[in-house]
């Protein structure tokens, strides 16, 4: 009976990285169901101990293994940075407000740093820098007016009717 007990954590983290080498997994709780569909009932602690124990990554596209992790995208050259801003707004952004020398736009949970890194590169007129949390990001302008500017882009990328 010990001996069993022994492999099957075994067993479980090799079932796991098996399912990450056949597809991504955008979320521990997808993953999770996954695994008990295949009748391995895992809590998330559990889950979130054998990813780390195994070497998975979060990445933009889910959990990965770690080795098989593409590198990062050499950055993008100035001319390609407003259609990156374009697709990402176009995807994630679900509403930008100007409000003095600052913009805050709601993304899709989990998609705000996406959105500011685009920002950030994309060399926006007078924007000073973002600051992002989890589907909120906040965006420093030198002015109200480069702000205003920035969230009618977002809002046009994104296909959204200005409120104003």
Do not use: W
Request: aromatic fraction near 4%; hydrophobic fraction near 45%; include cysteine.
């Amino acid at each position: 009976m010990h001996a069993v007990r022994a492999a099957a954590p075994t067993l479980r983290r090799n079932r796991i990285a098996e399912l990450l080498r056949e597809r991504s997994c955008r979320s521990q709780e997808e993953l999770r169901r996954t695994l008990g569909r295949e009748g391995i009932d895992v809590t998330q602690a559990t889950l979130s101990r054998d990813l780390r124990s195994i070497g998975v990554v979060k990445t933009p596209g889910g959990y990965a293994l770690a080795g098989s992790v593409a590198p990062a995208p050499a950055p993008a050259a100035p001319s390609e940075i407003p259609s990156e801003f374009d697709r990402l707004a176009r995807l994630f952004l679900v509403h930008a407000d100007a409000v003095g020398n600052m913009a805050v736009l709601k993304t899709s949970p989990g998609n705000a740093h996406g959105l500011g890194v685009a920002i950030d590169r994309g060399g926006f007129e007078g924007v000073v820098g973002t600051v992002a949390g989890d589907d909120t990001l906040f965006v420093l302008a030198r002015e109200a007016l480069s702000a205003r500017r920035l969230v009618r882009a977002a809002l046009a990328a994104a296909g959204i009717a200005s409120a104003r």
